[in-house]
């Protein structure tokens, strides 16, 4: 049953390390390509771990405008502004042609964590004699600092920045939540439109987890060491895996009511059924999956699904031994033995930005009436009883699908999508 209130998805722009925009990026996932690669970013000889999904190719200058707006953005932001206008074209959607009071922005962003290079003139000047000269820190920041550092590094200006470029002066918000920030934010954007308060959102997220100050503040004690080829290090429910593998990346969604999508004669990728999301007391009871499985349910009953009915579960996959165990439990005691996929297997964990790359490749997917496949599942293990695609893209599924992204501390989000259907 369709209805002028159905949030539908008429955009889609990706930035991540297997492919730039929806075409690259979606004959990257049906070959079983990874973006997997030793870092290049910057000098990682001294890390143990120096590989992970980078983006190889981006170049910031193509999207961003005006151009000295680089000088105030962090490789996250970057990102998120190439999404968002990969997104816009993707939607044919015309500078001017949305009223910009009735046209949002909601996006999922990390903690982002400040250059090095920016401080490191007004740090020198401060270290004298094996001390640290606070007199001189505080004059040498006025001098060697840029004025607008900080806004390198404030998690709403990704939102801030797409709002401006595009003229969407509706509702704004960002969400910085971990893992499930991008799934979040896309359940809020459709919130939105369901409110009746805009007729356009901009949804998404953006992530960086190979920023060298965010490798040493995290460790390396959850990633994948195999010290054989990198390409191989993400494996997601397999009894090999050892890690996760750390990556980069954003996405971007461009969602309308349908009544506003076919005034506009606008093509339709997909549909926005339903989102929820959960919360357990992880950090004082231990994670469980709890919160993911009552995240599953909630999402499903909402969307008017029944566990046969969902195509497949477009999973966390995050790599490391117990998170995979017990999302794997959550989703087999919620769904039974749905079809699974996990793209981090290709792209690696990218953050804040994974939820809503995991969600492309899904709508992209139903679209093809196709699963895309997991790489590196080579080892079924009993402790994760889900049913991974893998080898090939599974055909003859249900064109829904759930997307699931899990916090180790406790939060979960689920966003039920489907492909578009002619009246």
Known sequence: MQSPRDIVITGVGVVSPIGIGVDPFWAALAAGASGIRPISLFDASSLKVRFGGQIADFEPKLFVRPRKSLKV?????QLGFAAADLAIADALLPAGSVTPERFGVSFGGDMIYADLEDLETAYRRAAVGGGFDFPRWAEAIHEEVHPLWLLKHLPNMTASHVAIAHDARGPNNSIVLGDVSSLLAVAEAASMIERGWADVMLAGGTGCRLHPTAL????DALLSHRPDDCRRAARPFDRERDGMVNGEGAAVFVLESRAHAEHRGARIRGR???AA???EPALRRGLTGRSLAQAITSACRAAGLAAADVGHVNAHGVGTIDMDRIEAQAIRAALGDVPVT???SGCGHMGAGGG???LAASVLG???GLVPPTLNYEHPDPDCPVNVVHG???AGRPSTALAINLCSTGQAAAVAIAAHQEP
Do not use: D, F, H, N
Request: charged share 30%.
């Open 342 to 344: 996990a793209p981090k």
């Open 366 to 368: 139903l679209e093809r």
């Open 272 to 274: 926005i059924l339903a």
């Open 392 to 394: 090939q893209p599974l």
């Open 73 to 77: 953005m962090s490789r996250e932001i």
């Open 356 to 358: 809503a790359v995991e």
């Open 277 to 279: 999301s959960r919360c």
């Open 216 to 219: 040493v503040a995290r460790g």
